[in-house]
């Protein structure tokens, strides 16, 4: 079992930043692919970002590249991600997700386990 806890959620002007962390315990967090994923009321939850066990490969929904940045410090068993430039769109509950497989994006049904969510709320 990996547990996961999101934190650093909050409400931002647009144009702001944030920075979300996500601490995990259990099993070896070195061996998951890590990711972020987000849901907005009434949409269907999507992958924001995603990083490999090593830290080598990213990959970046195409309505955040180039404004949010997502890393990984193996030694702390922690994942984050940079939020800059932050849009209204934006709005949603973040969900950090572990998958015990190797790959640079993960889905949804991919996603062995969950955090709880922190709510992220942009005002124009």
């Known amino acids: 079992q990996v547990q996961l806890v999101e934190s650093g959620g909050g409400l931002v002007q647009a144009g702001g930043s944030l920075r979300l962390s996500c601490a995990a315990s259990?099993?070896?967090?070195?061996?998951?692919?890590m990711g972020w994923f987000r849901q907005a009321p009434g949409k269907e939850r999507e992958l924001v970002a995603a990083?490999?066990?090593?830290?080598?490969?990213?990959y970046y929904a195409d309505s955040v590249k180039g404004r949010f940045t997502i890393s990984r410090d193996n030694a702390k068993n922690t994942v984050y991600l940079q939020m800059n430039s932050l849009k209204p769109e934006d709005t949603a509950v973040y969900y950090c997700?572990?998958?015990?497989?190797?790959?640079?994006?993960?889905?949804?049904?991919?996603?062995?386990?969950w955090g709880q969510g922190t709510q992220v709320t942009v005002a124009s």
């Open positions: 259990g099993r070896t967090f070195t061996r998951y692919t």
């Open positions: 997700a572990a998958d015990n497989n190797p790959r640079t994006k993960m889905t949804v049904a991919q996603a062995d386990y």
């Open positions: 990083i490999s066990w090593s830290a080598s490969s990213t």
